[in-house]
């Protein structure tokens, strides 16, 4: 697997996430909810017994008689989980689904990276969710980059179970990716799971372009094998059976927009064909979700 482009990495350099997630963690770039001994004043409090007098403001006690203490913006970083599907499924496709959302997973890790964030990566495969160290700095990139190189897709668990994972590991009201091809019947509860801890949701539904649209395979009885169990079926293939699975289709990528939308989230179907330089310069900043 190839790393990002180049020149794709130098539009996004100065690039950050905007989706207002927290920052909650480390010592970073942005101005948190947090106030103590920072550069930035921020507001005044009462003097409380045992607070460090050298942060009373003197000209307010020389004029108004009362103690105050002034207080700073701390400065932290947003903690980014990036959760990526690898089971079995997401090896279908021409391009293939996996390669696509490990592409996707490695410019988001840079432009968190990049733009002073805490980064984490987890791969979700054989009912295990596997995670990447914390990683902090953009010289940490060229790192997340190979070990995403080296994942591979495998086993058979929904991943709605990686989510509820996720939501016992990330910090509170982190900014989560989540990149599966969405086969799950159980997604909408769990994304109301991720959304109910204050989390921010960026969902990426990637699926294969016969998988958005069958009709090229053409008509007549075919033989399909789930590539996740083995298991194999023959069926009629007509018009009238491709367009009832585009509706569910649209009617399934729309229950998941919807579920992202309750908890201020943001959801993006995709061909594992995407371009993904128009992805990030052009729909992602459209939308707000990184400037």
């Not at 003097?47 to 400065?75: C, S």
């Not at 990139?141 to 509820?164: H, M, V, Y």
Request: charge should be negative; charged fraction near 25%; glycine fraction near 8%.
């Amino acid at each position: 697997m190839a790393v990002p482009d180049p020149a794709l990495l130098e539009h996004l350099a100065t690039s950050r996430f905007l989706t207002g997630a927290e920052a909650s963690v480390g010592s970073g770039e942005r101005r948190s909810a947090f106030l103590g001994a920072g550069l930035e004043f921020a507001a005044h409090r009462d003097y409380r017994e045992g607070d460090d007098t050298r942060h009373l403001d003197a000209r307010l006690l020389a004029r108004l008689g009362e103690p105050y203490v002034r207080q700073y913006a701390i400065e932290r970083q947003l903690p980014i989980a990036i959760v990526v599907d690898a089971s079995g499924s997401m090896r279908h496709g021409t391009p293939d689904k996996f390669a696509t959302a490990l592409a996707l997973a490695q410019v988001f890790a840079f432009i968190g990276l990049a733009g002073g964030d805490r980064v984490e990566i987890g791969l979700f495969a054989d009912g295990q969710l596997h995670w990447s160290p914390r990683l902090s700095g953009a010289n940490q990139a060229e790192w997340a980059f190979g070990w995403l190189a080296g994942q591979d897709a495998k086993g058979s668990t929904p991943f709605s179970a990686a989510l509820r994972l996720a939501a016992a590991h990330v910090p509170r009201r982190s900014q989560l990716v989540l990149i599966s091809d969405w086969w799950d019947e159980d997604a909408e509860a769990a994304l109301t799971l991720l959304g109910a801890g204050g989390h921010r949701i960026l969902a990426v539904n990637i699926h294969a372009p016969d998988e958005i649209d069958p009709a090229p395979a053409g008509e007549g009885r075919m033989r399909l094998r789930e590539i996740e169990s083995g298991e194999e079926i023959e069926m009629a293939i007509d018009q009238d059976a491709v367009a009832a699975y585009r509706r569910l289709l649209s009617t399934w990528s729309d229950s998941l927009r919807k579920a992202c939308l309750h908890w201020q989230g943001l959801y993006f179907h995709i061909s594992s064909a995407v371009n993904v330089e128009h992805f990030f310069l052009r729909d992602l900043r459209a939308a707000g979700v990184i400037s």
